[in-house]
């Protein structure tokens, strides 16, 4: 069996400010969205930081509480750029770029409360065979991790049917198998009964018996 590449990333997360987070939960979380969200958030950057091939996690945020939660589980954190997702993720490519000017970089979603580490692993380790490329999302339309090399611009086309863009732009399409936890991002209450189903982490689970339906 061929020996993973030993490659050190630097992951970039974005994160809403809480109260804008996560809209289409809101019939199932009720009062509890945000702190759902953020809850997504530390889950995701925790099994991320855990994973061997991960160096660091930088997260785009101009939430206090997020700053403060990620930093607590051992992330950094940039202010927001401002003007949406796409110029979240260059804005925090670009300070990781300057930081870490030897280090591939990877967009990673903030929303995959069942992330495990080993499989984040196997999806980094193919992305290091590649200049750029990205990872569908478990519908099979969005992106839930765009990777570039040292040096490589990010050119991130997220949100909606980003699988296509990205694909369009140039970017080799990973096709690491047993990665659901690294595809499954949660927009609806239907996709967190699907995380919750793979086994959410400890922050998003223990808000489950708050939530008003749809787990």
């Not at 953020?38 to 997020?66: I, K, N, Q, Y």
């Not at 110029?87 to 979603?109: C, D, F, K, T, V």
């Not at 086309?157 to 499954?184: C, I, K, Q, W, Y």
């Amino acid at each position: 069996m061929r020996e993973p590449r030993v490659t050190h990333w630097r992951l970039v997360v974005p994160v809403k400010p809480l109260p804008l987070a996560k809209s289409r939960l809101a019939p199932a979380t009720g009062e509890h969205r945000g702190e759902l969200a953020l809850a997504f958030a530390v889950d995701t950057v925790r099994a991320a930081l855990a994973s061997e091939h991960v160096a660091g996690v930088l997260v785009v945020t101009d939430d206090a509480a997020v700053a403060e939660s990620v930093r607590a589980v051992g992330a950094d954190f940039v202010p927001d750029a401002r003007g949406g997702l796409n110029n979240a993720l260059a804005h925090g490519a670009a300070q990781a770029a300057r930081r870490w000017p030897s280090s591939p970089i990877a967009a990673l979603s903030a929303d995959l409360p069942a992330l495990r580490s080993a499989e984040l692993d196997r999806v980094l380790d193919e992305a290091s065979a590649h200049r750029r490329s990205f990872l569908a999302d478990a519908a099979g339309i969005g992106t839930t991790l765009l990777a570039a090399g040292p040096g490589v611009p990010l050119a991130p086309a997220f949100g909606g049917a980003s699988r296509a863009r990205h694909r369009a732009s140039g970017a080799h399409e990973l096709t690491s198998g047993n990665v659901d936890s690294v595809r499954r991002d949660v927009d609806t209450a239907e996709d967190l009964a699907h995380a919750v189903h793979l086994g959410v982490g400890d922050r998003t689970w223990a808000l489950l018996p708050l939530l008003t339906a749809g787990c």
